[in-house]
């Protein structure tokens, strides 16, 4: 059982910054992908970023690449996402995922094992 919060989200003019934290409790943390994903009123929950279990493996969807970069520390069971260059397109919830041992880095939410209760990023324009 792993469980997840995430931190960091809030309110920034376009073209600014965030870095969301995501802290894990629970074993094996290593051991596990993690993924973001993120949720705008009256749209399905979407890919963002995804880091390997090993860290060396990393995705992105099209539309952060080059502007997002995920990471993890493993010895704070801590994943980040670092957001820069933000545009009001990216106002969402987002959300911190597990995933255990996979063979590939997983887009899909339904693969993904556990979930935190997500942290609100609203860019103005």
């Known amino acids: 059982q792993v469980q997840l919060v995430e931190s960091g989200g809030g309110l920034v003019q376009a073209g600014g910054s965030l870095r969301l934290s995501c802290v894990a409790s629970?074993?094996?943390?290593?051991?596990?992908?993690m993924g973001w994903f993120r949720q705008a009123p009256g749209k399905e929950r979407e890919f963002v970023a995804a880091?390997?279990?090993?860290?060396?493996?990393?995705d992105y969807a099209d539309s952060v690449k080059a502007r997002f970069s995920i990471s993890r520390d493993d010895a704070r069971k801590m994943v980040y996402l670092q957001m820069n260059s933000l545009e009001p397109e990216d106002t969402a919830g987002y959300y911190c995922?597990?995933?255990?041992?996979?063979?590939?880095?997983?887009?899909?939410?339904?693969?993904?094992?556990?979930w935190g209760q997500g942290t609100q990023v609203t860019v103005s324009s």
């Open positions: 995922a597990a995933d255990y041992l996979p063979w590939t880095l997983p887009r899909n939410p339904s693969e993904y094992d556990f």
């Open positions: 629970g074993r094996a943390f290593g051991n596990y992908a």
């Open positions: 880091i390997g279990w090993s860290g060396g493996d990393t």
